[in-house]
């Protein structure tokens, strides 16, 4: 009996032993993966800290303190943005700083451009892409899965490949000084037609099968069964459309070369902040461009932080069938 607790006494004590052991090893793989994230954090989120800094600086800060970007020594101002909204110009020692006036750099135009590439592009190709998702799923029509296995094969052909395509193509309907180029070759894209339909797949066809035996036409059916459903998919697929229309530079400064006035005023955000940056060689007129960066990044910015949740949910839930 004795041996018996001595030997239990033993297994407990090594056991003890052990765990103790355990809580004192060092978690060596925790302590290099959390140091290699906080470096990528920092070097990813630096050119925002800049950006954000450097645009609330005056412009006498940047000229007597130029490689000082992110603690401003006169403390921090708005007159960057008052001069790129408002055509307030900065001073320097009491003289304006030497920019281009403000009906140069066009922003009102700008933003308006931006916005109506981002926002009505994103509808219109929302609808256009979902009714195309619609008839592949719940129409039954001759060759359709040949015609679906031809636009899932020309995704792998590269924009770059068709952008001379194109551009012929609106010059050829007259609508090269037409603000509505920068969304009509947008709405052939096969991806967001192929993630809505991957979606509306997992939609039970007893459903759209029954409205139709109760009188409901397909348009319909689209606009009060399939849209409601798919509101998910389509909110992701929106926030994908809404930051590539307000990110694009390529396509709109193919379309309006030449820093006419003429051309200015059809300019997206992203073309004049490219123009801008070139002619913000100065230490003291490079606060303009940054914030106009800002006035760029921002609207991706806060649509993504607030929507992030929404498109992980509708990136899942596309590939589940119902």
Not at 69 to 80: A, K, R, V, W
Not at 159 to 170: E, Q, R, S
């Amino acid at each position: 009996m004795e041996r018996n607790l001595t030997l239990g006494s033993f297994n407990s004590l090594s056991r003890s032993g052990t765990q103790i052991k355990d809580r004192r090893r060092v978690p060596v793989f925790k302590i290099v993966s959390f140091i290699i994230l906080f470096v990528f954090c920092a070097v990813w989120i630096s050119p925002f800290i800049i950006l954000f800094t450097g645009a609330f600086r005056s412009a006498q800060d940047a000229m007597t303190y130029p490689g000082q970007i992110i603690f401003p020594h006169s403390g921090y101002t708005i007159e960057q943005f008052e001069w790129i909204l408002a055509g307030k110009i900065p001073t320097v020692d009491g003289k304006e700083v030497q920019q281009p006036s403000v009906q140069t750099y066009q922003f009102g135009y700008w933003i308006m451009n931006s916005c109506f590439s981002a926002i009505g592009g994103t509808l219109i190709y929302l609808l256009v892409a979902s009714l195309a998702a619609y008839a592949f799923v719940f129409i039954d029509f001759k060759y359709r899965n040949l015609i679906f296995a031809i636009c899932i094969g020309s995704m792998v052909i590269p924009g770059a490949a068709t952008t001379i395509g194109n551009l012929t193509n609106i010059y050829s309907w007259g609508l090269n000084k037409s603000i509505l180029a920068l969304i009509i070759p947008g709405l052939g894209g096969i991806y967001g037609m192929y993630l809505i339909k991957t979606f509306f797949a997992g939609i039970p066809k007893d459903l759209v099968e029954s409205a139709k035996m109760d009188g409901y036409s397909d348009i319909q059916i689209f606009f009060k069964i399939i849209l409601p459903l798919g509101k998910t998919v389509l909110f992701v697929q929106g926030l994908f459309g809404f930051m590539g229309g307000w990110n694009d530079l390529v396509w709109p400064q193919m379309l309006y070369p030449g820093s006419t006035e003429a051309n200015m005023k059809l300019w997206t955000l992203q073309v004049g902040m490219a123009y801008v940056v070139n002619n913000s060689k100065a230490a003291d007129q490079v606060g303009s461009a940054l914030a106009g960066g800002v006035i760029a990044v921002l609207p991706v910015l806060v649509v993504y932080l607030i929507a992030q949740n929404k498109i992980i949910e509708g990136m899942s839930s596309a590939g589940i069938k119902g």
